[in-house]
RNA sequence: GCCCACGUAGCUCAGUCGGUAGAGCACUUGCAUGGUAAGCAAGCGGUCAGCAGUUCGAAUCUGCUCGUGGGCUCCA
């Protein structure tokens, strides 16, 4: 997977920017939440739906009173740290999806600490009841008012405004002592602010613009709602987020650690986390099996000469570990370098290596090679975070090399692939984004591979497919690989963070600039059309999104340890010995509580580890040939017989069951 | 990479004014043989992330390094 030019390479993780990193964003269109997703298939949705999402908070119900509120408070906030920090310079201070945030240049740093103060001196501002008045300006003038009001980033914009976008006149608010370029709308005066309903959040670092180029300003992040009980219930609820948070869970339930013996963003699976892994990885290969992939393997290295051919270097360089150089002799100093090697930041040059690998016939077409190739890229340091965004990781990748007449049926079935993964399990929380071309792009042939008629046919394809697939979708105009349109499926965190959990990419250029081809039936040699697809993204980030989805709860099927059987007396451990070895012949992952705890104390162990099956055994039970069930969830017990016990937890094994329903969110 | 915060036992955390380290859980052992969310007791466990400095004395103050977390256009 990845794409063969660097930039997109980096768009499983997000773009290089970081533009997708947002806070506390809600999906845009919570496509999938309460209904199956089978029941979209005829939707009336098919249909490109707004480019702008229906909640983004720049546009809902054309500014409505939380979004006048919010912007109203962000003002306030830089009131107060002028206040505060007297020749501070602003930058952007927008509502966001839970509250607001103001940029600033501060002639001395705050910290959390000046937050009880801060949220004094917002308190007191807004009793005093100050009016906003709004201003607009024709251009000279506004130029002329910013220079008087000193604000550089602000003028910055205001030239862009007036250059780029056309606007012919600029709005500037006043409240009280404070002005600011601002094109509204607020409140009507600052005691419409609702008092209690808001909370300073977090301070942060943030570029101007998000340019790493430009000035680092500081961020201050507050929640904002229109009563008291609504920020206490939006801040309860993030609370409870943070219990199912990945990083949390990974460690208490041992599912992974990342060891700094063996290098930041370089993630150890241990067992438990392994075994969902493995889960996902079967469920794939058998979605994969039907609809015709073959497997292949190929190693983490490759010549460094293989991706100064794809196009990658030197200008991927920066995302890949350093190369290996190998010398003549001993690699002593002075000996020639004989050739390097890369890890291998993507799988796709390997693969079109196995295309090549003998003469193609169209009749072979389309051609599906899957493998789950461990891919290496050096992200920033600041970036990493848990399995989310790390080092080494796993791709669920295929390349499908196919002829134009197959794209759209190929990417319907990619398309459904995902639907099947995700119905199954129970994902609804995300949607799909369509990023296509934008010819009028000024960036223009830097940004995309010069060859209109391939972007109209190619878009075209894919845009078919999704339509009739039926599944919704938005669409970026402009967010293309640079060799292809591609459709990425946005999944949100237990904290509110965006993140691609796929990404599948029409790449109509890099297996022609590689030279592959197969014989048409013309006789003549035809570059194939590449399809990049990965539904469940990186294993790494993909069973993150699964230990939050289900707070590490798993269903049977999923979880580390099906079933754990609990003796009431050593007495009965022979009985429980023989159920559990029953049961792993059947590749059930069961296991006896041998810790001779009291059984108080071996049904808290085994509910703290969210083991889904918990199976209490003693005179009753050996007696009758019967255990008594107690699931994850649930306080019932309920005494089965031993075939009847076994049969259903076989079958839900087999179906993957999603055998509970109360961590439905 | 950059900004801010944080780093004490395997985990979660306490540690006052700078005076040489503590709890609960986990683990080990012993007792208890217990019927659905913590039986009782003892023990083991720390280079207070690392290095350097200030000091008679540093977990505590300062600097640097390493690591972790949050954030780095939701664009006036």
Known sequence: MGGAAGLHLRFLFGPPSGGLRFQGIQSPVHLHQGSPLRSLRHAESKRIMSTVAADDPRVAEDHDELYRVRHSLAHVLAQAVLEMRPGSTLGFGPPISDGFYYDFILTEALTEEDFPELEKRMKHIIKQGQKFEREELPREEAMR????????????????????????????????????????????????????????????????RGNSDNAMMTRIYAWAF??????????????????????????ELDFFVIDDAIGKGLPLWLPNGTVIRDEIEKLMKELEFADGYQRVATPHLAKTELYHQTGHLPYYAEGMYPFMELKDHGGAEGDEVRETYVLKPMNCPHHHRIFASRLRSYRDLPIRLAEYGQVYRYEDSGALSGLLRVRGMCMNDAHIYCTEDQIKDEFLKVMTMHEDLYRILGLRDYYLRFSTWDPDDPKGKNKYVDNPAAWESTQKHVYEAMVESGIPFTEGKGEAAFYGPKIDVQFKTVTGREETASTNQLDFAVPARLGLVYRDADNSETHPYCIHRAPAGTHERFVAFLIEHFGGAFPTWLAPVQVRVLAVSDVFLDYADALVARLRKNFVRAEVDRSGETVGKMIRNATTHKIPNIVVVGEREKRDGTVTLRRYGSRDQVALRLDEFEEDLLRRIRERSLDRVDWDH
């Open 226 to 251: 229109l009563t008291k009980e609504e920020l206490e219930a939006h801040v309860k609820a993030y609370k409870q987020a943070l219990e199912r948070d990945h990083k949390k869970l990974g460690r």
């Open 145 to 208: 008012r910013l220079d008087e009001m000193q604000e550089p980033y602000k003028r910055e914009y205001a030239e862009e405004l007036f250059e780029k976008k056309g606007i012919e006149r600029l709005t500037f608010y006043r409240n009280g002592p404070f002005l600011d370029m601002c094109e509204g709308p607020h409140v009507e005066q600052t005691r419409a602010l609702p008092k209690g309903a808001f909370r300073l959040r977090s301070i942060a670092g943030a570029y101007w």
